[in-house]
């Protein structure tokens, strides 16, 4: 299972993740406005969800939350969770996954960079979703 979260100076992003998911195909909508896709055999061999949260930045220590506002000011939060299987879903997710303005990606374990510098690693090869800051 995997977690991490996308930080954007963009108030709504279901539209960029709705056409990155689209390549796994078609997203379900669920309350709340979570969007999940499934992997064409069912659950068991992946899926990837996202959901906006409005209350993040409270998880955040004071610090983190003081990096993260020197790049955006208004930062709105979006939970991206799933299980990958035969198919990638979080690399594949973000490789395809473009957006203006500025954002930010959360592995879940400590660290943050920008979307840029997780599809470098990405295309290097490495395990950015357990990388420690």
Same mark, same amino acid.
């Given at each position: 299972?995997?977690?991490? &979260?996308?930080?954007? @100076?963009?108030? $709504?992003?279901?539209?960029?993740?709705? !056409?990155?998911?689209?390549?796994?195909?078609? /997203?379900?909508?669920?309350?709340?406005?979570? %969007?999940?896709?499934?992997?064409?055999?069912?659950? #068991? $061999?992946?899926?990837?969800?996202? #959901? /906006?949260?409005?209350d993040a930045q409270y998880d955040y220590e004071k610090?983190? %939350?003081?990096?993260?506002?020197?790049?955006?000011?208004? /930062?709105?939060?979006? !939970?991206?969770?799933?299980?990958?299987?035969?198919? @990638?879903?979080?690399?594949?997710?973000?490789?395809?996954?473009?957006? #203006?303005?500025?954002? +930010?990606? $959360?592995?879940?374990?400590?660290? &943050?960079? $920008? !979307?840029?510098?997780?599809?470098?690693?990405?295309? !290097?090869?490495?395990?950015? +979703?357990?990388?420690?800051?």
């Open positions: 299972m995997f977690t991490f &979260i996308i930080i954007s @100076n963009i108030v $709504d992003i279901s539209s960029n993740v709705n !056409l990155a998911f689209s390549s796994f195909g078609s /997203p379900k909508e669920e309350d709340g406005g979570r %969007l999940i896709v499934e992997s064409i055999n069912g659950m #068991q $061999d992946g899926w990837i969800a996202f #959901q /906006p949260i409005g610090d983190e %939350l003081y990096e993260i506002k020197k790049v955006i000011k208004n /930062p709105s939060f979006y !939970l991206i969770e799933g299980r990958d299987g035969i198919e @990638n879903f979080s690399n594949e997710f973000i490789k395809n996954f473009n957006c #203006q303005g500025e954002v +930010l990606i $959360d592995n879940d374990h400590g660290k &943050i960079s $920008d !979307l840029m510098t997780i599809k470098n690693y990405i295309e !290097l090869g490495k395990d950015w +979703l357990h990388l420690k800051s």
